[in-house]
Each structure stands twice: as C-alpha cells, then as structure tokens.
C-alpha cells in the first residue's frame, strides 16, 4: 500500500488559505486515484475532493466548491489541497487517502485502502 503523510495544516482566521500537501511513499502513487477527507470533531469523516491519475478531479462536498482546489503532482508524489477563503466550518482533520485500482462510489471512505496521519486545519472567526 501507499504510505501517506500529510502536512501543512494550522490555525487561520476566516478568510484566510492554507495549502495542504500530501506526500506518497511508493510509484504506484502516479497510478493512484487521489482525495481529501476531513473531520470535524463529533462529526463523520466526509470526502472533500478526489483527483484521477491524470488530473481530473471532483468535488465530494457542496461546502467547498469555488473555494477549495485538489491538484496532484506526479513527479514530486504529491497531492495538494488549495484552501481558500477558509471558514469556521471548514475547521476539521484533513486526511489524503489513496486508492489503486479504483472501484467504487467515488467520494465513499470504503473506497480508498491507504490513509494518511491527518494534519489539523483551525479557522477561527
């Protein structure tokens, strides 16, 4: 499996941006479907974005859309989550999982096998 690590999370207040980055382990990463998930405290994880290996993507939550932007670079292993204009609400664990080859609901926890540490994003208003 794809080992996953996450980085670039922090506080910011509202209306800020923050960019993730999520660094895989292994090649198989340019042959990998890609996503965000994150985690709100009391709250189920839910998918935020995924990205195809050539570059196509999707968001997974409404909330986001226009503010967020999911990219991958393959030849650095690396996914990235641009957040901006960042709310209260989007304060959350924020974890990159991998999938290959993909099958299944695309935005569904399930359907990914490897999972990042999570890194913690704080918006504060």
């Known amino acids: 499996q794809v080992q996953l690590v996450e980085s670039g999370g922090g506080s910011v207040q509202a209306g800020g941006s923050l960019r993730l980055s999520c660094a895989a382990s292994e090649n198989t990463y340019s042959r990998a479907y890609m996503a965000w998930f994150r985690q709100a405290p009391g709250k189920e994880r839910e998918g935020v974005a995924l990205?195809?290996?050539?570059?196509?993507?999707?968001n997974c939550a409404d909330s986001v859309e226009g503010r967020f932007t999911i990219s991958r670079d393959n030849t650095q292993n690396t996914l990235y989550l641009q957040m901006n204009s960042l709310k209260p609400e989007d304060t959350a664990m924020y974890y990159c999982a991998a999938v290959t080859p993909f099958s299944g609901p695309r935005c569904a926890i399930a359907t990914y096998k490897s999972w990042g540490q999570g890194t913690q994003v704080t918006v504060s208003s």
């Open positions: 990205i195809s290996p050539d570059g196509l993507s999707r």
